[in-house]
């Protein structure tokens, strides 16, 4: 029993380590590839088309703001065509996805999708929460992600290439932030469903789970705005019940989780990118950062007693 327990871990531990080698070997002719990401004014996705740039890929990034397209046409080569693109808006995306195509040669796909795009939504607990609120988070983070890879699938198909969804690690284990939460799983259920349709086809679906990272979505300031709007929007009885100073004290409560579990290395996120890019065998989920991989992952599989005691410290 013990020596069949013991081969049964060298081989998963053997096969992981074949599958990691694998996962090494790239695709060549970056520069005949081109690349569509999504949620370039800031943060990963600015960072992803900056690194493909300097690799070769022509590079579709879009943008939400007509500032971050006109930063990206300013620091990147030619290579690198910059649009405004609200992945909530069905028009835009269909408007975009012309454009795309006018620039491909008739025989020419997308190599990748990157849907990186998202918001982090409304803040507060779930009783505070509206339906608008759940709407405006899923419109980008899920339903944008559903749209984005529909519109431009024919052209994957036609390249033989990939989609790549992000996620969060809070697509895999909830614990703060219901709308931003249910969102990140739904772009789980989607990508798996998807994968399992594409599989033995020649497209293939990845996801990036990134932990918590130091970007402008966990900057403080914009926390306790967020904070302040959803307050002073709340019913007055419910406002009645209040702290005066909840939003000093919600912002406090936020920083130091940040603190306690967010990382500076941002680059791992966008190495996790590139990898499932450049990658002839990409892994199907990639999980990013030493909490995702050592705190979060571990606590979504205990039992849910546990899970509850140690969140509830953690925030």
Not at 31 to 36: A, N, S, T
Not at 128 to 140: A, C, F, I, L
Request: hydrophobic residues 40%; charged residues 20%; positive net charge.
């Amino acid at each position: 029993m013990l020596w069949s327990l013991v081969s049964i871990v060298l081989t998963l531990l053997a096969l992981k380590l074949f599958m990691s080698v694998l996962n090494k070997i790239k695709i060549s002719n970056y520069k005949g590839r081109y690349v569509l990401v999504t949620g370039c004014d800031s943060g990963f996705g600015y960072l992803l088309t900056k690194r493909l740039d300097l690799l070769g890929f022509n590079v579709f990034a879009g943008c939400l703001t007509k500032a971050g397209v006109e930063n990206l046409r300013s620091e990147c080569s030619e290579k690198v065509t910059a649009v405004q693109l609200d992945v909530s808006n069905d028009d835009n995306i269909n408007a975009v996805a012309g454009l795309v195509k006018k620039k491909l040669k008739p025989d020419q796909g997308l190599w990748a999708v990157v849907n990186n795009a998202g918001i982090i939504g409304s803040i507060g607990p779930t009783s505070w929460q509206t339906r608008e609120d759940y709407e405006k988070t899923m419109s980008v983070n899920l339903y944008g992600v559903i749209m984005v890879t529909k519109t431009f699938m024919p052209l994957v198909q036609k390249g033989k290439g990939r989609i790549i969804n992000t996620s969060s690690i809070m697509g895999r284990i909830a614990f703060s932030n219901a709308s931003y939460c249910i969102s990140k799983y739904g772009v789980e259920a989607f990508s798996d469903v998807l994968r399992r349709e594409m599989y033995g086809s020649e497209v293939s679906v990845h996801i990036i789970e990134p932990g918590f990272y130091r970007t402008a979505i966990l900057d403080r300031e914009l926390f306790e705005r967020k904070v302040e709007t959803k307050i002073t929007n709340l019913p007055k009885d419910i406002k009645e019940t209040l702290p005066v100073n909840l939003v000093t004290l919600m912002g406090d409560g936020f920083e130091r989780l940040v603190k306690k579990v967010a990382s500076s290395n941002v680059h791992e996120v966008v190495d996790a990118y590139i990898n499932a890019i450049t990658s002839r065998f990409p892994r199907k989920r990639y999980s990013v950062g030493f909490d995702a991989n050592y705190i979060f992952l571990p606590l979504s599989i205990l039992p849910e007693f546990i899970s509850d005691w140690v969140l509830k410290k953690m925030i």
